[in-house]
């Protein structure tokens, strides 16, 4: 089931993926304050519940992942609509690059300066040879080629690096993908991660210089190429077999990659089976987000069908419109959170009543004043028919959102104030024909409940 029939809209988004990005971001910041503020489970039937819960966010790391196949889907969307529109798809390296950096880079460099200048008035900075070096690998988004650099400044800011090289490398997968197709192209992009493999290692026996693997685009590019091949199944430009969008085969897939990570320690490093283990374990995890990004598109049109979003998706959906912010922020609520969490209690009501909220708040702030400035397109104005905010209120309370209780309405009327700012700036696509037909009517009566999400990465 493609959604070029049913769809056609080109500044709508998809509220899966933004529920998908929200619910996953929210993951991380648990996963970071509970590997900081670890603490044994108390002894008496509460530690059963909690060990669960330990278990589940020491797993969440996985959905980086889930972004990395995101954002290959929605980088590859303004290809994929021109192509399922017959028209012939060209994507400009210089226009491409400028949407990019206005995008993503300032709200990275104001964050970086926060992380350095709150470094320096806590502990001190020394500015040293290494610091200079570090700081530069930092604003060249260059540091995950270096050990030393990558996890330095910031933990998470590996991931935003991999982002913009494999940014760069689309345009050579596009080469590859319009002049041998996606078998070949797919295959090319798992060998990078055997080529990256064995270049490090020879790095390693040569110089002694430790050349990052898990840090290096390289190893995750074929991932990313499966979001781009999800996007044009998606709009019917291929067709994809029925077990692409299986959530067996996605949890069969997770659960898999999950198993070998946590076997892998085991096993002696130079082994074969380690070393075979070590190579399939990110792509097993990246193929089991993509089968979890197909289910979810074919799911969402039928959210779209009968006007209605299922609960998940209304409460996260919002979250993901920040979840730049929240990615970029919340190592600074972590960082400061023993000024207000309570030392007495279980550091996990801390990160849920405390730190969370704390990061949903501080990244909200963030992403109205340092990263929303940075998504207007000027001169640019929208060819659908502009909503009122009550207009949308009044019809997603009439049509009937899961529940109708306080946080229904507070989550409605975040999102709506987060899209009415936003809506002109958060797809950097070119502008298309707008939607017709009565699904795409129903859709903008449904506030844009499918969506394109490509500059928001």
């Known amino acids: 089931m493609s959604i070029s ?18 619910f996953s971001a929210l993951l991380i910041v648990l996963y970071h304050f509970t590997d900081q503020h670890k603490q044994p489970p108390p002894d008496n039937l509460l530690q059963y519940p909690i060990r669960l819960v330990q278990f589940g966010i020491s797993q969440s790391y996985i959905t980086v992942f ?4 995101i954002s290959g889907f929605c980088i590859h969307m303004q290809w994929a609509r021109a192509r399922a529109a017959g028209d012939e798809p060209h994507i400009r390296f210089g226009p491409f690059w400028k949407r990019r950096i206005r ?11 926060l992380y350095l200048g709150l470094t320096a008035w806590t502990t001190g900075l020394e500015v040293t040879r290494f610091v200079v070096y570090d700081v530069a690998m930092h604003l060249l988004m260059l540091h995950n080629f270096d050990a030393h650099t990558a996890y330095s400044i910031n933990g998470i800011f590996w991931t935003l690096a991999i982002e913009e090289q494999l940014y760069l490398a689309y345009f050579l997968l596009l080469f590859m993908r319009v002049r041998w197709g996606w078998t070949i192209t797919l295959s090319i992009c798992l060998l990078a991660r055997v080529g990256w493999m064995i270049l490090s290692h020879v790095v390693w026996l040569k110089t002694g210089f430790g050349l990052p693997v898990p840090e290096a685009a390289a190893s995750h590019w074929f991932t990313w190429a499966l979001g781009a091949l999800a996007v044009e199944a998606m709009y019917g430009v291929i067709k994809l077999p029925n077990w692409s969008r299986d959530l067996r085969v996605a949890g069969l897939l997770i659960t898999a990659a999950s198993v070998i990570s946590a076997y892998l320690p085991t096993l002696h490093k130079d082994s074969l089976l380690h070393e075979l283990g070590w190579f399939f374990i990110h792509p097993f995890w990246g193929l089991g987000f993509f089968v979890l990004i197909n289910w979810m598109v074919v799911a969402e049109l039928g959210w779209m069908s009968r006007a209605k979003l299922p609960s998940f998706v209304a409460i996260f959906a919002p979250v993901g419109l920040i979840s730049y912010s929240i990615y970029l922020t919340h190592e600074l609520m972590i960082m400061q959170s023993w000024r207000w969490s309570n030392p007495a209690a279980q550091y996990l009501v801390n990160g849920f009543m405390v730190v969370l909220p704390a990061t949903l708040v501080f990244a909200w702030a963030y992403f109205w004043f340092f990263e929303k400035p940075f998504m207007v397109r000027r001169g640019v104005a929208s060819k659908a028919p502009a909503i009122s905010r009550t207009t949308v209120l009044l019809k997603l309370f009439k049509e009937g959102l899961p529940s109708r209780a306080f946080l229904t309405t507070l989550r409605t009327r975040l999102f709506v104030r987060l899209r009415s700012g936003s809506n002109a700036s958060e797809s950097h696509a070119d502008q298309a024909a707008a939607a017709v037909g009565p699904t795409s009517r129903l859709a903008n009566t449904y506030a844009d409940s499918i969506a394109v999400a490509d500059g928001q990465n």
């Open 5 to 22: 029939s049913s769809v056609s809209s080109n500044s709508i988004r998809f509220r899966g993926l933004d529920a998908w990005r929200g």
């Open 66 to 69: 889930l972004f990395f196949v």
């Open 103 to 113: 995008r993503l880079y300032p709200p990275y460099v104001i964050v970086l300066a």
